[in-house]
């Protein structure tokens, strides 16, 4: 929350507001008007700047230039602010409104007209105008929260602390997965969580969107995830997609002796990988190997990674030893077991 800012000042108030983000943008027009009439009405004495519009609450709005609150509004009711503002604009003007005053007669005539004209309009907000803005408004709202993260939960209460099972069980499927994902509690806003099965057309919660598109519920991605099509929906959008080199590595680190052949150990497509997979058999050494045949980007992107421009390629704890002349070499001197056992 960011912290009070003047907006306007007389030789004894200041009109000031705190904000944050903006939830009911409808009320736009009706505060700028509000505001219009105030800046010329002959009951203000000092100019009226407004209300900055990215605003959920207007909060301590009315307070004295020495700290000493004079009024606040809580919220952002167009009628009270415009009485509120004018009463203290009518204060510090001339003598004659030194009689205490109603907030009516504080408003004076211009102003109070705007306020009858707004309750006339709005009745709060009801008006068939009005009700299509908020409607606009309100689905602008979701696109932006739906869209606000690669990967968006619209949950029951928090990832920390789920208030439902469906929530907790999608919850626990994707950080098991390790997808980062943001999350919004439907519990802590109504018009959302009232909004969303519109705007979604679906009933109920938890909602998971991926790259703004709607996945489903709890049920779905839980069966989309047994079925290895939720992993297959996220390569697609490129949420966690493994780089190459992230997948070189966790190759490499998938067994303390990898070994990257030609083939397999039981059948070798190469003399060379066929003599490394013999000397580490001979030596009793426990290996695991890769296929590069099977993979022509793993083949391209290890030589890359290696530095190492021919296969096969044998490595210890993520650490290149080296080809098939050095394996041999290390076999013969009876130092392969003790380099690959250190």
């Excluded at 009745?123 to 739906?146: F, Q």
């Excluded at 626990?172 to 439907?186: A, C, G, Y």
């Excluded at 839980?222 to 390569?235: P, Q, T």
Aim: charged residues 25%; hydrophobic residues 35%; aromatic residues 6%.
């Amino acid at each position: 929350m960011a912290s009070p800012l003047p907006l306007a000042q007389s030789p004894s108030h200041s009109l000031c507001h705190v904000f944050v983000t903006w939830k009911q943008p409808v009320l736009k027009n009706q505060i700028e008007s509000i505001s219009s009439r105030l800046r010329s009405s002959s009951r203000c004495c000092f100019p009226f700047q407004g209300v900055v519009l990215r605003v959920m609450e207007l909060r301590d709005a009315l307070k004295c230039m020495d700290g000493k609150a004079t009024d606040k509004l809580e919220g952002a009711n167009p009628s009270v602010l415009a009485n509120k503002v004018a009463k203290i604009a009518g204060s510090t003007a001339n003598a004659e409104s030194a009689a205490p005053a109603s907030l009516g007669m504080a408003a004076g005539p211009t102003v109070l007209e705007t306020v009858k004209e707004m309750a006339k309009k709005n009745n709060l907000l009801e008006t068939e105008t009005l009700g299509a803005n908020r409607t606009d408004n309100l689905t602008k709202w979701l696109r932006d929260l739906v869209g606000s993260h690669p990967v968006m939960l619209f949950m029951k209460a928090t990832p920390e602390e789920p208030k439902c099972g469906f929530s907790s069980k999608v919850v626990e499927l994707l950080k098991r997965e390790k997808v980062e994902f943001q999350s919004f509690d439907v519990l802590s806003d109504d018009e959302v969580r009232q909004g969303l099965k519109t705007f979604s057309n679906w009933p109920s919660y938890p909602q998971l969107y991926v790259k703004g598109e709607l996945i489903g519920g709890s049920d779905i991605v839980l069966e989309m995830h047994k079925s290895g099509e939720f992993k297959k929906v996220l390569a697609e959008k490129s949420i966690g997609e493994e780089t190459l080199e992230d997948r070189l590595k966790n190759l490499i680190l998938s067994s303390p002796v990898m070994l990257f052949m030609k083939g397999n150990p039981d059948a070798p497509r190469c003399g060379f990988s066929s003599k490394v997979v013999g000397a580490l058999r001979d030596g009793g050494i426990s290996f695991g190997s890769f296929d590069i045949l099977s993979d022509e980007e793993v083949r391209q992107g290890l030589k890359a990674y290696s530095n190492w421009p021919t296969f096969p390629q044998l490595y210890y704890k993520g650490e290149l030893i080296g080809g098939c002349d050095i394996v041999l070499e290390l076999s013969t001197t009876g130092e392969l077991k003790s380099t690959l056992s250190e």
